[in-house]
Nanobody, 123 residues
């Protein structure tokens, strides 16, 4: 199956930076869009940023100019560089990938999620 594993979360002061890597593993044909979402208790999970297989990016308005999403297709990795962090960026950050698999003679495209990593920004 497909697994996504995030790392890099932690506690940082406002104005600081963190870099979140996410590694994809498993048996699949290819990975389409990869991205990062975040969620705080009591709220819906929201898109932070995503990137297509050819490098087109999309950002939430709240992080534009501060966060940068990138990927390394050869290493099956996606990264989120977070600069100028604010307390309102505090959340659990989840890696997401749209993955095409071929199992049992059937092609299947599905979204996969990592387990999440906590980012806490203190004021």
């Amino acid at each position: 199956q497909v697994q996504l594993v995030e790392s890099g979360g932690g506690l940082v002061q406002a104005g600081g930076s963190l870099r979140l890597p996410c590694a994809a593993s498993g048996i699949f044909i290819n990975i389409n869009t990869m991205g990062w979402y975040r969620q705080v208790p009591g709220k819906q999970r929201e898109l932070v940023a995503d990137i297509t297989s050819v490098g087109s990016t999309n950002y939430a308005d709240s992080v534009k100019g501060r966060f940068t999403v990138s990927r390394d297709n050869a290493k099956k990795m996606v990264y989120l560089q977070m600069n100028s962090l604010k307390p309102e960026d505090t959340a659990v950050y989840y890696c997401n990938a749209g993955v095409l698999t071929y199992i049992g003679g059937i092609f299947r495209s599905a979204d996969y999620w990592g387990q999440g990593t906590q980012v806490t920004v203190s004021s």
